[in-house]
């Protein structure tokens, strides 16, 4: 069975950092297009950062560039999330996304709050 579980999430001040971790199950990340999504209670999903498969040029929104990397451990079977210079507005709840057959599969998400 496909099955994502994140971790990692918690509560930093400003200009923190957090790596985030995906842990995959069902089939190998090293050939999925994984994904990062967040949330905010009452506002759309939004794509954070993507990998469509191994050896792709991962793709971030504007408003992380230079600051969070999306990485893979084929060994582990697990996507990462490294993020730095966190700020107030990146308080969130993360998800891991992997598009199998185009089909979406989501993890449980895990919460990040950045605040002093």
């Known amino acids: 069975q496909v099955q994502l579980a994140e971790s990692g999430g918690g509560l930093v001040q400003p200009g923190g950092s957090l790596r985030l971790s995906c842990a995959a199950s069902g089939f190998a990340v090293s050939v999925v297009a994984m994904s990062w999504y967040r949330q905010v209670p009452g506002k759309e999903r939004e794509l954070v950062a993507s990998s469509p498969t191994w050896g792709r040029m991962p793709n971030y929104t504007d408003s992380v560039k230079g600051r969070f990397t999306i990485s893979r451990d084929n060994a582990k079977n697990t996507v990462y999330l490294q993020m730095n210079n966190l700020k107030p507005e990146d308080t969130a709840a993360y998800y891991c996304?992997?598009?199998?057959?185009?089909?979406?599969?989501w993890g449980q998400g895990t919460q990040v709050t950045v605040s002093s």
């Open positions: 996304n992997g598009n199998i057959r185009g089909i979406n599969y």
